[in-house]
């Protein structure tokens, strides 16, 4: 029985046994007994799957760089923010902080979140997934040993940074594109086998020429819509991935690193807003304000902790006015979601960590404090570093115990952040 069996399995059946081995971590006596042959079969079977191609050796380090969860400090920044979830991330080797970029630290925040987000996502879900270096390494991750779903949709957030010839100058090693189209593309392989897997791609740049012509093309390509409402053939995303952005120079953003480099005058449509970016940029220099955030590419002024605001003038409501009134202006002219679509979303799952990323997480959770409808608040669920963590918790606990002054201030300027 087992020689006629041999002779005749197909592609499809060697793909499905080397699944069930590699992806489903089944034993190959547990795999021989379902399929009725002896485990001999199935590790012929497996090897005959390698040798016609359909198992490939993938050979990444990258996926070594892991932590642990600090499960104690997970409950306490859930519960002191009241986010439906949390997981700080304690990395295994400490010199990752040492690394301005935190590339690596991105990397350890991504392993380790990879396999409850795996969970997250249900069959018949619509994702919404932002760009950059964390939600990338997490649909990586996930792709590497995905769970069985079915009916999956997933949909970027933004046009793209990097269009083109993105790779002309800069590193000698192929840098990995990190768009919100990219990171799509990435987590729907996670289900290509999968039945009803679906996904779209923007393959616009991230900024248009003015308003009039990115609201057309939002209208006409993009799965969001104006409003905060979705194309009406699809049905709302039940969950977002996103990573948070710092506009700080030393931070790796991309538009920050393109806005110093002989690069930007090769990428037309940076062009486009450049000139609005350098005078956001100017003025929070200029008025001493933290350098603004971004989620999946829509921006936000960034407030400082209230440690800073006991030793510093406190920044009045007319910057703050002033800032995201141009900020405003960039994100009129972006491709890109809007706050709205966030706020409907039921789960929003937030990645990042850093010390340069600790103002704008700082920002988007004490504004979740004052929202009446926490439900419609940006972010819902967080991913972080433990330093990070740490960070946020004793912000935390100096603005509970912070003058009245400080406290009103936060309580009059926090609300004017996310305006639209």
């Not at 929070?284 to 006991?310: C, Q, Y």
């Not at 890109?336 to 979303?345: D, F």
């Amino acid at each position: 029985m087992d020689r006629r069996r041999s002779e005749r399995i197909t592609p499809q059946k060697l793909a499905e046994v080397a699944r069930e081995y590699y992806f489903r971590d089944r034993t190959q006596s547990d795999i021989a007994a379902s399929e009725r042959v002896n485990q001999t079969t199935i590790a012929h079977w497996i090897a005959e799957a390698h040798k016609q191609g359909i198992v490939a050796i993938d050979i990444d380090p990258d996926f070594a760089l892991t932590g642990y969860e600090h499960a104690d400090l997970s409950r306490r920044l859930r519960n002191a923010f009241n986010l439906y979830d949390c997981l700080v991330v304690d990395p295994a080797d400490p010199t990752l902080y040492d690394d301005g970029k935190s590339d690596k630290l991105h990397t350890v925040i991504a392993n380790v979140s990879g396999s409850k987000l795996r969970e997250w996502l249900r069959s018949g879900d619509h994702i919404a997934i932002g760009g950059g270096r964390a939600p990338m390494r997490v649909a990586r991750f996930i792709r590497r040993n995905p769970s069985s779903r079915s009916e999956i949709r997933i949909s970027p957030l933004s046009g793209r940074i990097w269009i083109g010839s993105w790779q002309e100058a800069g590193a000698d090693n192929l840098q990995r594109p990190l768009d919100a189209d990219d990171a799509a593309r990435m987590l729907a392989l996670a289900y290509e086998h999968e039945p009803g897997t679906r996904f779209s791609q923007i393959g616009r740049p991230l900024y248009a020429e003015s308003r009039e012509i990115a609201q057309r093309i939002i209208v006409q390509e993009c799965a969001f819509q104006p409003g905060g409402r979705w194309r009406d053939d699809i049905q709302p995303p039940r969950c977002a991935l996103v990573g948070i952005g710092a506009l700080h120079p030393g931070s790796g953003h991309r538009i920050s690193e393109l806005l110093d480099s002989p690069e930007t005058r090769t990428v037309t449509h940076l062009d486009w807003a450049a000139g609005k970016y350098r005078a956001a940029i100017a003025f929070t220099i200029e008025r001493k304000l933290k350098h603004f955030g971004d989620v999946a590419n829509r921006l936000f002024p960034v407030v400082p902790l209230p440690s800073e605001l006991r030793k510093t003038p406190r920044p009045s409501r007319a910057d703050y006015d002033k800032l995201r009134q141009q900020l405003d202006e960039l994100n009129h002219q972006a491709i890109v979601m809007e706050w709205e679509h966030l706020r409907k979303t039921p789960s929003v799952w937030a990645i990042a960590g850093g010390r340069l990323k600790l103002h704008a997480l700082w920002t988007l959770l004490i504004c979740r404090r004052f929202e009446r409808d926490r439900s419609r608040s940006l972010i819902k669920e967080l991913s972080v570093d433990l330093r990070t963590a740490q960070s946020l918790e004793n912000a935390l606990n100096d603005f509970d115990n912070a003058s009245n002054a400080i406290q009103n201030w936060y309580a009059e300027i926090c609300p004017r952040i996310f305006g639209s």
